[in-house]
């Protein structure tokens, strides 16, 4: 069975065992049944991954019911992925990424390691 307290946990966890330097994150618990999890994490080379994740837990599952991750170095965007549903021509709605132009593409629903793990592909280009 999962809880808010065990995602924040494998979270918290996640970004412990990452390339992270720095990390100005909160976890806030709302009800048994729903919590945020929000802050900035700070990279070696200045760029940073603005998190935020509104969750709900359903019987013995958490969701995420919007996200939003948010990587930039200093003024520039590199990539943004949310759920906010203002794309719905997309296939993937209300999922999408925004490149560092700001397009809205097509993109399934994200975790923070799938993003962690972007972060790490670009680094290593």
């Known amino acids: 069975m999962s809880t808010i307290e065990s995602y924040f946990d494998r979270i918290d966890s996640l970004i412990r065992h990452s390339a ?3 990390d100005e994150v909160t976890y806030r618990r709302l009800t048994a049944m729903s919590g945020i999890i929000d802050g900035i994490l700070h990279f070696y080379d200045g760029s940073c991954l603005e998190i935020t994740e ?3 837990r359903i019987r013995s599952t958490v969701y ?3 996200y939003r991750y948010h990587y930039r170095k200093g ?3 590199i990539f943004r ?3 906010a549903p203002h794309y719905p021509q997309l296939q993937t ?4 990424k925004h490149d560092a132009n700001d397009q809205a593409i097509e ?4 975790s923070l390691k799938e993003i962690l793990d972007e972060i790490g592909a ?3 280009v």
Not at 93 to 96: A, L, M, S
Not at 107 to 110: D, F, G, N, R, V
């Open 20 to 22: 992270v330097t720095d």
């Open 54 to 56: 509104t969750l709900r």
């Open 64 to 66: 995420k019911q919007r």
């Open 75 to 77: 003024n520039a965007q």
């Open 81 to 83: 992925y949310d759920n």
């Open 93 to 96: 709605f209300p999922h999408h």
């Open 107 to 110: 993109s399934a629903e994200m």
């Open 122 to 124: 670009l680094a290593a």
